[in-house]
């Protein structure tokens, strides 16, 4: 048989053409939009980290087992909203949302399912240059940027000190941190994570100080030398008022979400994202092959895959056999 | 682009030509911002009492948690209600689903099928030389790695192109027959052209869903109004005798349209029709803000890990396809390139060129050829990193210290004046303003703008936006003028300066936006800069042409009365081409403005935060409110820098 008939491209084109006309008529439901069968679309979150994941399980879902994947890129509250309208599936690397969760979850809309933990954990909170710890030992605690912060005075916030945020996306409870410690600190906004790094980058190469929001795992933890900020440990409801937050951040165990009918289907797709777990220093591997080395993300995917076979051979649901 | 698609709105006629001295406009205009200055140091005086401060912000939080709660209904009934399901949801899906299914006919055809079909397409209507650009830019697709992308940001152009001009073509054609529905619908097109696209993003994405469906909406509205515009015009261009003689000869009016006037209005259409895609490409990029996929995509991906040299070469092949797009639907519109080819042939023509693509298209499929190998990419990102790096490191200190400076002694004391002031005074004021460039009615738009800015809730953040607005609209326009005018001078300068300024407009501001920051630091001035990138190309283009148009015996009379070159310029030239500079003024000012709040990616913060934070967030209220705000500023600010409108003929 010839090459593009066996591909079957000619059927999957027919499949899209038919999805559209069944569209067409009377009530139209968002998730009936066309899209590639054997598809698995998976959300991207603008971190680094969170595309090493992706790719990675892009790259096995392709090329091991046969699915087509699309990445799409989006911030993370609209992700679950595309898993909601059943435009995505799965969102690989959740931080949080309890929010989100009531919302959307079993016990709200019951469109979206907690997938359990990525086996990955993640630090956020506030950093400063390793430079500036040595010359000022104390600052990398609560006690040492409040006795520091005019340090962080810039041209755009005058009298206080700068708190550089990050991606207005991320999850944030600086407010409410400076009002409970009573810091002399503006948070300017960087509006976009490459912008805070590339400020972040000018400063480190200058020495200037810098008090910025940042989190673990990153892959300009690797590049720069930073120190993470001491603050009392997070407990149990010190966040409840984002506007007084006598707390560090929490550790966030990572997980996945899916969109409720995707498990439904109990696709070999779906289970293989469900047994997929592995380990901060396999996405670091990933992750920092995409952003120090420069490789497109999909050939550090497949280094990566290639190099751990016994990691990923489990994670594939037993007895499948390709399609 | 929208340069000439606003000349038919745009014209404008001084002051002067009512009898008003010139001079005498802008001593009153100085007398008015003398007055808000005053009023803010008389209110900073007393210290800020409550009379005088900004505008108070019930209303708008009011407006927001209203705002919020219809976001809540929406998510919570977007597959139940009515509405949506008979309504909305047939949009979204019908062109999400169109997306994906061009995308699969382009991923069918293969990279061969489609680089045979581009360029034989485009040879027939637009000559060889056409051909061969469309070669380079598939060559540019192919070699830079991007060719999915590619064919996606095409997908999404097709479909938003066509959804544009499914509606606006029957638009232009009834506003072009009737004259009642042409001034009726006039001020909205004249709307949806000063709204930064940022404003409408969060509202179409709430009702169309994220991705592609919201992307190919927002793109449409983009890139709807000079298709409407331009079909009008050429419409009413049709000569009348030829209209007349049909209808003697007894024709109805649909065979006058479709006889007459659609059939000779062809060219000017087809203009029309090229400014919509134009518009659709720079729009297509911003799209990937609401989860759009392709080259704009790419972009933001590489900028993400602040890989500026991959983002440039996404950016080229961006560029790329605007000037083949322009050149080729450009050759459909004059025509001029087009191979003459004996009607008897144009058959065989045809039938050959469609062989030709299904065998290749065959041949590529049996070969199994996929997307382009990308092991045969040429990665031109490291050397254009290094580049960026290298010169970061010569001219990023002195460029720092000019942020610095910037921020500290021009925007922070503007913005302290315009935030500080009692906002009542500011609204006295802009109003003052609006009468004095451009009459009662403008002064009306101009107060009813600022109070519902106030009542929005954002006050504060909108008279921060309006700061940076003016700051970099000053120096676009004084730049822009020097160069317009250095320009006119020398030919070998305005030839070099062309492909410049071509590239400029059609680079997506993205691309610079995120070294401005290494350059300038954080903060307002890295998106000023931006701004005037982004706004100067149009303005310099306007002052050039306006003073080339001045007649040459004009200028010999000049000349012949002894006029230095200096006093040629100030008082012919300029004086002259002033239709054209008040125009370029006010493009310069809308351009900055659209591009000032999407400067709140790289931390100008203000309204277009405001719309940022509301997308990530799901903060509906605030980033509608900001929108709307957005919205309110621009038409201040056209208003009062349109004058006053030439009485209509």
Same mark, same amino acid.
């Given at each position: ?25 009377? $009530? ?18 603008? *971190?680094?980290?969170?595309? $090493?994941? $992706? ?24 992700? *679950? ?205 990933? $992750? ?36 | ?49 409550? &009379? ?19 976001? !809540? ?7 139940? %209600? ?28 293969? &990279? ?96 169309? @869903? ?15 109004? /000079? ?29 006058? !349209?479709?006889?007459?006037?659609? /059939? ?7 203009? @029309? ?116 790096? &290298? ?5 990023? @200190? ?34 003052? !303003? ?14 009813? %703008? ?100 001045? /007649? ?27 239709? %054209? ?69």
């Amino acid at each position: 048989m010839p090459r593009f008939m066996r591909k079957g491209a000619l059927i999957r084109l027919l499949a899209v053409v038919l999805a559209a006309v069944s569209v067409s008529s009377c $009530a139209v439901r968002t998730d009936q939009v066309a899209r590639d069968p054997n598809t698995v679309r998976i959300a991207v979150n603008g *971190w680094v980290g969170y595309e $090493a994941s $992706a790719e990675v399980l892009a790259y096995i879902l392709r090329e091991e087992m046969g699915y087509e994947v699309q990445l799409m890129r989006v911030d993370e509250q609209p992700a *679950w909203q595309a898993l909601d309208q059943g435009v995505l599936d799965v969102i690989v690397e959740n931080w949080g949302h309890e929010d989100l969760m009531e919302l959307y979850g079993p016990e709200g809309k019951g469109t979206v399912v907690d997938g359990g933990p990525t086996g990955n954990e993640g630090v956020i909170g506030w950093y400063v240059p390793a430079y500036l710890v040595e010359e000022y030992p104390e600052i990398a605690t609560m006690e040492g940027i409040k006795e520091y912060s005019e340090l962080f005075r810039t041209a755009q916030t005058g009298d206080s000190g700068e708190f550089l945020a990050g991606a207005p996306g991320f999850v944030t409870q600086d407010q409410g941190m400076i009002n409970a410690f009573d810091l002399d600190l503006e948070i300017v906004y960087a509006g976009s994570e490459a912008s805070q790094i590339t400020e972040v980058r000018r400063r480190y190469a200058n020495e200037e100080p810098v008090l910025f929001y940042f989190y673990d795992p990153q892959w300009l933890q690797d590049e720069l030398d930073l120190v993470k900020v001491e603050f009392p440990p997070y407990f149990e409801g010190c966040d409840d008022d984002l506007e007084d937050v006598p707390c560090d951040y929490p550790v966030y165990e990572l997980n996945k979400i899916f969109r409720a009918g995707f498990v439904e289907t109990g696709d070999p797709a779906y289970q293989f994202l469900d047994n997929w777990r592995w380990s901060n220093s396999n996405q670091n591997a990933v $992750a920092r092959m995409i952003a120090d080395e420069g490789l497109d993300p999909s050939e550090a995917a497949e280094i990566w895959v290639e190099e751990n076979p016994d990691v990923w051979r489990d994670w594939i649901p037993e007895g499948y056999e390709g399609r | 682009m929208a340069t000439v698609t606003r000349s038919d709105s745009g014209q404008t006629t001084g002051n002067s030509a009512d009898g008003t001295p010139l001079t005498w406009t802008w001593v009153q205009a100085v007398i008015a911002i003398a007055v808000l200055v005053a009023g803010y140091w008389v209110s900073r005086a007393l210290g800020h009492p409550g &009379w005088s401060g900004p505008f108070p912000s019930a209303t708008g939080e009011w407006f927001m948690a209203r705002m919020d709660d219809l976001y !809540l209904w929406i998510v919570l009934n977007r597959n139940d %209600s009515p509405l949506f399901l008979y309504g909305f949801n047939y949009v979204s899906v019908g062109l999400g689903s169109a997306v994906v299914l061009i995308n699969q006919i382009l991923d069918f055809l293969t &990279w061969v099928g489609v680089t045979v079909l581009g360029v034989l397409a485009s040879w027939r209507i637009a000559g060889w030389r056409v051909a061969l650009l469309v070669l380079v830019t598939f060559a540019v697709f192919a070699l830079t790695g991007l060719w999915n992308e590619s064919m996606t940001t095409l997908s999404l152009i097709i479909t938003s192109v066509l959804a544009a001009l499914l509606v606006g073509l029957p638009l232009g054609v009834l506003a072009g027959r009737s004259e009642r529905f042409y001034r009726g619908i006039r001020p909205v097109l004249d709307f949806m052209q000063i709204l930064p696209a940022f404003a409408y993003l969060l509202p179409f994405v709430l009702l169309f @869903g994220i991705g592609n469906p919201a992307a190919v909406v927002v793109t449409a509205v983009y890139a709807m109004p /000079p298709a409407v515009r331009i079909t009008a015009l050429a419409i009413r261009e049709v000569d009348k005798g030829a209209i007349e003689a049909t209808t003697s000869l007894g024709s109805t009016p649909w065979q006058v !349209l479709t006889k007459v006037q659609l /059939p000779m209005a062809r060219r000017t259409i087809l203009l @029309g029709v090229n400014q919509t895609i134009m518009l659709a490409v720079s729009m297509v990029v911003i799209a990937s803000v609401i989860g759009a996929g392709g080259l704009g995509d790419a972009i933001y991906q590489a900028l993400a890990k602040v890989n500026v040299g991959q983002a440039f070469q996404a950016g080229v092949a961006i560029v790329m396809l605007a000037i083949a797009m322009d050149r080729v639907t450009g050759a459909v519109g004059h025509g001029a390139r087009t191979p003459q080819i004996a009607p008897r042939f144009r058959l065989p023509v045809l039938g050959a060129g469609l062989a030709i693509v299904i065998a290749s298209v065959g041949v590529a499929r049996f070969l199994g050829v996929d997307g382009w190998p990308r092991d045969l990419a040429v990665d031109i990102s490291d050397p254009i990193n290094a580049f960026n790096e &290298w010169f970061e490191a010569v001219a990023g @200190g002195f460029t720092a210290a000019l942020g610095t400076v910037t921020q500290s002694f021009v925007i922070n004391p503007l913005t302290a004046v315009l935030t500080g002031s009692p906002w009542w005074l500011v609204v006295l004021v802009a109003a003052a !303003l609006g009468w004095i460039f451009a009459g009662v009615r403008t002064a009306v738009i101009s107060g009813v %703008s600022f109070v519902v800015v106030g009542l929005l809730g954002v006050w504060t953040e909108a008279m921060d936006t309006l700061a940076q607005v003016l700051v970099a609209a000053l120096v676009t326009i004084a730049l822009g003028v020097v160069i317009g005018v250095l320009a006119s001078r020398s030919d070998v300068f305005a030839a070099i300066l062309k492909p410049i300024l071509d590239a400029m407009q059609t680079l997506p501001p993205f691309v610079y936006l995120i070294p401005a920051v290494a350059f300038f630091g954080l903060g307002p001035v890295p998106a000023l800069v931006a701004a005037v990138v982004f706004a100067l190309p149009p303005v310099i283009r306007l002052v050039n042409d306006g003073i080339r148009g001045v /007649p040459a015996n004009t200028l010999e009379a000049g000349v012949s009365q002894g006029s230095t070159k200096w006093q040629l310029l100030t008082k012919v030239e300029l004086p002259m081409a002033r239709g %054209s500079l008040l125009l370029a003024v006010n493009q310069g000012i809308i351009l900055v403005l659209s591009m000032v709040v999407m400067g709140a990616l790289v931390g100008a913060g203000a309204l277009g935060f405001g719309v940022v934070f509301g997308l990530a967030q799901n903060q509906f209220g605030l980033g509608l409110a900001s929108g709307l705000a957005i919205v309110c500023l621009g038409l201040f600010l056209d208003r009062v820098t349109q004058g006053r409108r030439a009485p209509r003929a």
